[in-house]
């Protein structure tokens, strides 16, 4: 470990642009040596072994960070929703289940399977025998309608969209 800790730290820095992303990347490495390192045949290999899987434990992080960024919840407020505080304390579980009796079939199926029934969209989309975008579709659109029901909007007072299976939602 001490042998290789300086350059990996080095390699880490010049990969991540900073001094603690390469202290996690380093640790992570050294980690996962502690881990698996005994499977190593050839120890001679141990410094390519270790720079290789820092490297790609760089890529694994990168990527969950560029599908993933962490935001700072005051530099997007603006694309949070508007909901009023109010709202939430006159919904209680009893109302969204009686919204959901609202709604159609189409739509509360899929909502009660993936919020009460914890599935996933492809075990729904087997249950159903939908493809996963549609059970994402309905899902979203369910969702919409729900919450338009629940806040009192013009379609709490039954305007629901029906749902016409050739061609979607109306």
């Given at each position: 470990?001490?042998r290789?800790y300086?350059a990996?730290?080095?390699?880490?820095?010049s990969?991540?642009g900073s001094?603690d992303a390469?202290?996690?990347?380093?640790?992570q490495?050294?980690f996962?040596?502690a881990?698996?390192?005994?499977?190593l045949r050839?120890?001679?290999?141990a410094?390519?072994?270790?720079?290789?899987?820092l490297y790609?434990?760089?890529?694994?992080?990168y990527r969950?960070?560029?599908a993933h960024?962490?935001?700072?919840l005051?530099?997007s407020t603006?694309?949070l929703?508007a909901?009023?505080p109010?709202?939430?304390?006159?919904?209680?579980?009893?109302?969204v289940?009686?919204g959901?009796?609202?709604l159609?079939?189409?739509?509360?199926?899929?909502?009660?399977?993936?919020y009460l029934?914890?599935?996933?969209?492809?075990?729904i989309?087997?249950?159903l025998g939908?493809?996963i975008?549609?059970?994402m579709s309905?899902l979203s659109?369910?969702?919409?309608?729900?919450?338009?029901l629940?806040?009192?909007?013009?379609?709490a007072?039954?305007n629901?969209l029906p749902?016409?299976s050739?061609?979607g939602?109306?």
């Amino acid at each position: 470990m001490d042998r290789h800790y300086a350059a990996l730290f080095r390699f880490g820095l010049s990969l991540a642009g900073s001094a603690d992303a390469a202290s996690d990347l380093v640790q992570q490495t050294f980690f996962l040596w502690a881990e698996k390192g005994h499977q190593l045949r050839d120890p001679s290999k141990a410094k390519s072994w270790l720079f290789t899987t820092l490297y790609r434990e760089y890529l694994s992080t990168y990527r969950r960070m560029t599908a993933h960024p962490q935001v700072e919840l005051d530099d997007s407020t603006g694309e949070l929703p508007a909901i009023e505080p109010a709202a939430f304390s006159s919904i209680d579980g009893a109302s969204v289940v009686a919204g959901l009796q609202k709604l159609d079939d189409v739509f509360r199926v899929p909502l009660t399977l993936f919020y009460l029934q914890d599935l996933s969209y492809k075990e729904i989309a087997d249950v159903l025998g939908t493809p996963i975008g549609t059970v994402m579709s309905r899902l979203s659109r369910g969702k919409e309608q729900l919450r338009a029901l629940l806040s009192g909007s013009d379609a709490a007072s039954g305007n629901v969209l029906p749902f016409d299976s050739k061609k979607g939602a109306a």
